[in-house]
């Protein structure tokens, strides 16, 4: 709520909203950071298996570089509906679903070869969905009456 409602209206009030979009989940992680220093305190701490200090902040970085990713989608969501709902429903879906373990489904030689050819072509028939209707779904009249008193959403249609 604090970046979507808060932080995203107060930087569009002072940088362009494609601005706005691509800043605000850089304060997302920087609020996130103290999780590596938490990090390297437990590791400090433990006595059996140890990480590297490159591998934690490697660890991080790849945390950071997909909550930004998404914080730019969250981002557009928000501005484009107009509402914090979406937002919060699509936050909710991707932290009980996770990242999926593409990893897993590139080893073909585990016995389940079918079964993941099929993942992979549902992946892919998925993103192609997503990437050409993002902008028809996300249409505001589709979550709201034309109340054009927000400024967010007045830019979309000026």
């Known amino acids: 709520f604090v970046f979507r409602s808060s932080i995203l209206c107060l930087l569009y009030?002072?940088?362009?909203?494609?601005?706005?979009?691509?800043y605000s989940p850089l304060f997302f992680g920087l609020a996130h950071f103290h999780h590596m220093l938490e990090h390297f305190k437990q590791n400090h701490n433990e006595r059996g298996h140890r990480l590297s200090a490159i591998n934690i902040i490697l660890i991080h970085l790849f945390q950071f570089s997909y909550?930004?990713?998404?914080?730019?989608?969250?981002?557009f969501l928000f501005i484009r509906t107009g509402h914090f709902i979406p937002s919060f429903i699509i936050h909710t879906l991707c932290n009980s679903l996770g990242i999926p373990d593409f990893m897993n489904l590139v080893d073909l030689n585990d016995g389940h070869r079918q079964r993941k050819i099929i993942y992979m072509i549902c992946y892919i028939i998925g993103l192609w969905l997503f990437s050409t209707n993002l902008y028809a779904f996300t249409q505001s009249?589709?979550?709201?009456?034309?109340?054009?008193?927000?400024?967010?959403?007045?830019?979309?249609?000026?």
């Open 141 to 158: 009249n589709f979550y709201y009456s034309n109340d054009s008193s927000i400024i967010i959403y007045r830019h979309w249609f000026s």
């Open 67 to 75: 909550t930004y990713i998404f914080g730019v989608y969250s981002s």
């Open 13 to 22: 009030s002072h940088v362009s909203l494609f601005s706005a979009i691509f």
